[in-house]
Structure formats: structure tokens, C-alpha cells
């Protein structure tokens, strides 16, 4: 069982940054694959960036923008946010799996077993 913690969201202007962190319980989290996703109001849940043991991934509308990055000895993924623009506004949520291999990445809402609660990310005009 893995629990995931999202902090790090906000308010912040067009152009700004922000930096989401989620913190995962539990003492494998190295096997895990990570996620981020988001969902804006009246929206479905859309993948945002994914990590595994050798690559990044990213949705093309935050390619260049958005960097996503882990920290197995603090148990903890990341979401750095640069350039952020009003469309990015949504709840932002971690997701978890465990790997298949080493090199497995995920992309789709179903194949993440275990989610956070999610932060607000709100991007001002």
C-alpha cells in the first residue's frame, strides 16, 4: 500500500513557476513508477508528465515548461512548473504504480493503482 501526499500548489501569475512535491509513503518506492495529472473543472483527468528509472515523459501542452523529477531517498516526486499560463489552472494529482521493469512509463489514468488527494493550481491572467 502506497499513500501519496500533493503539496506545493497555489496561486501565481501568467509566467510564473511552481514546484508540486508528492510524498510517498512506504520503503520500495524506487520500484514505483510516478505520474502527474491534471484536471481541470468540467474536464476529464489529463496526463501531465511520467517517470521512470531512465526516462521523462511529457504531455506535448507542457513539454519545455514542466520538468518532473524524483528523489528515492526522500521518497518524494516532483513537479517543477515554469512559464506557467492560465490554461495550466486545474487540481493537480500524483500517481503511483509499481514497474513492470525499470524502463516502464504510464500515461493513462487506468494503469495508476494509487493516487493523492491533489493540489489547487491556479494561473492568474
Known amino acids: 500500500q502506497v499513500q501519496l501526499v500533493e503539496s506545493g500548489g497555489g496561486l501565481v501569475q501568467a509566467g510564473g513557476s511552481l514546484r508540486l512535491s508528492c510524498a510517498a509513503s512506504?520503503?520500495?518506492?524506487?520500484?514505483?513508477?510516478m505520474g502527474w495529472f491534471r484536471q481541470a473543472p468540467g474536464k476529464e483527468r489529463e496526463f501531465v508528465a511520467a517517470?521512470?528509472?531512465?526516462?521523462?515523459y511529457y504531455a506535448d501542452s507542457v513539454k519545455g515548461r514542466f520538468t518532473i523529477s524524483r528523489d528515492n531517498a526522500k521518497n518524494t516526486a516532483y513537479l517543477q512548473m515554469n512559464r506557467l499560463k492560465p490554461e495550466d489552472t486545474a487540481v493537480y494529482y500524483c500517481a503511483a504504480r509499481e514497474a513492470l521493469s525499470g524502463s516502464d512509463y504510464y500515461t493513462r489514468v487506468y494503469e495508476y493503482e494509487y493516487w493523492g488527494q491533489g493540489t489547487q493550481v491556479t494561473i492568474s491572467s
Open positions: 512506504g520503503r520500495t518506492f524506487s520500484r514505483y513508477a
Open positions: 517517470i521512470s528509472t531512465n526516462g521523462r
